[in-house]
C-alpha cells in the first residue's frame, strides 16, 4: 500500500489564505483534484497530504501561487491552471520568471507582462529581431504583446512614432452598408487596436500623439508607397492579406525600424479562392535571416478556459472533416 505522507505551508495573514483559496475553495478544489492530494486549513497552516510524489507537486504549485499573490498582489484566473500544467510537465520556477518581466505599465499603473511561456518566447523574440510573426488563436496576447512593447520602445525613444495597421476584410458583413467615409468604414476593424492604446496610454496622451503624427491607426491600404522609418510597425489580422498586400507591406521597412506581423491562419476571412499572403509568407521568409517566426498555442489562450475548448473542438472538427475528404479522394 502506497505511503501517505504530509507536508505543511504557512500561510502569511487572511489575504493570502483568501486568495490562495479562491472563491468558494475554487482553486484548493483544482489542486486537489490535479495531484490526487487532500488540502485541510489548520490555521496558520495549509497541510497537504497524499503520496510522496504528488505533495511534492502540489507544494510547488502552491510555492509558486504565494510568491505570485506576493508580487503581484492577486491571482489572475488563469494563474492556478497554467502554475499546474507547468509543473505536471516538469518546468518547475518558470512561472514565477514570468512575473519579473514587466513589459510596460498601463496608464492606471496596472504591470503588463507575458502570462505564458510562450508569450515569453514571442517578447524575446521581438526584443532581438526587426521582423517577426506571432502566429496562433484568439487570445493567445500575440497583438497585446507587441503593443505593449510598441509602446514601451516609443517611451524610451527608441522610435519616434508607432504605425498599426490592419487588412479591412469583411467577415460576414459588407463595408458598402456601413455609413461613413471610409475611415469611419474600417474603424469597427480598429477598434481593438484603439482600445489597447487608451489602456496603455490614457487617451488624453494618446489623442496628443495621434494629432502629431507620432501614432498612427489606419488600414492597410494606406501604407502603400510610404517608407517606414524609425517605427514601431505592426499588423494585426494578417491571415486576411493577400499575397500582394503581404509583399507591399513588408517592403515598407525603414530604418530604425521593427515589424510585427500576426495573424491566425485558421480564421481566413478572403474570398474564396484568394490565397492568404501570410500562410505564403511563412513559406518564403523561413529561415531568413532577421526574421523569426514565433507560432503560440492553446497553452497561450489567456482568456476565459471555454476560448481553449472552443478552439480543440473546431481543430477536432477540422481533423475529422480533413480525413472525411482524404478517405473520399481514395474511393474509386
Request: charged fraction near 30%; avoid cysteine.
Amino acid at each position: 500500500m502506497e505511503q501517505r505522507v504530509e507536508q505543511a505551508i504557512e500561510l502569511e495573514g487572511s489575504r493570502q489564505q483568501a486568495e490562495l483559496f479562491g472563491r468558494l475553495d475554487e482553486n484548493v478544489k483544482q489542486i486537489e483534484e490535479a495531484f490526487s492530494v487532500s488540502l485541510s486549513f489548520r490555521e496558520p497552516t495549509l497541510v497537504v497530504s497524499g503520496n510522496e510524489q504528488n505533495v511534492r507537486d502540489a507544494h510547488l504549485v502552491i510555492g509558486n501561487l504565494m510568491e505570485a499573490i506576493q508580487r503581484q498582489k492577486r491571482l489572475e484566473p488563469r494563474d492556478v491552471g497554467y502554475t499546474i500544467d507547468l509543473v505536471k510537465s516538469g518546468i518547475t520556477d518558470s512561472f514565477v520568471d514570468l512575473l519579473n518581466d514587466v513589459i510596460v505599465y498601463t496608464e492606471a499603473g496596472r504591470p503588463i507582462r507575458p502570462k505564458t511561456l510562450g508569450q515569453k518566447r514571442y517578447l524575446d523574440s521581438i526584443r532581438s529581431h526587426d521582423v517577426v510573426f506571432g502566429i496562433g488563436p484568439a487570445g493567445t496576447g500575440k497583438t497585446y504583446i507587441a503593443m505593449a512593447n510598441a509602446v514601451k520602445a516609443f517611451k524610451e525613444k527608441e522610435v519616434s512614432r508607432i504605425i498599426l495597421t490592419r487588412p479591412a476584410v469583411e467577415a460576414g458583413e459588407s463595408l458598402g452598408f456601413l455609413p461613413g467615409d471610409l475611415q469611419m468604414k474600417v474603424d469597427p476593424y480598429l477598434r481593438p487596436l484603439y482600445d489597447a492604446l487608451f489602456e496603455m496610454l490614457g487617451q488624453e496622451s494618446y489623442g496628443k500623439y495621434l494629432e502629431k503624427g507620432m501614432i498612427e491607426v489606419a488600414p492597410l491600404a494606406y501604407m502603400r508607397g510610404r517608407t517606414l522609418d524609425n517605427a514601431y510597425v505592426i499588423l494585426d489580422e494578417a491571415q486576411n492579406t493577400t499575397n500582394e498586400q503581404m509583399k507591399m507591406f513588408l517592403t515598407r521597412l525603414g530604418y530604425g525600424s521593427k515589424t510585427i506581423i500576426t495573424g491566425d491562419i485558421t480564421q481566413i476571412d478572403l474570398p474564396r479562392g484568394k490565397q492568404s499572403g501570410l500562410k505564403t509568407v511563412l513559406k518564403i521568409l523561413k529561415g531568413v535571416r532577421g526574421i523569426d517566426i514565433v507560432r503560440l498555442g492553446r497553452n497561450d489562450i489567456v482568456r476565459h478556459p471555454l476560448v481553449q475548448r472552443i478552439i480543440d473542438a473546431y481543430e477536432r472538427h477540422d481533423k475529422a472533416e480533413e480525413a472525411k475528404g482524404e478517405e473520399k479522394g481514395k474511393q474509386p
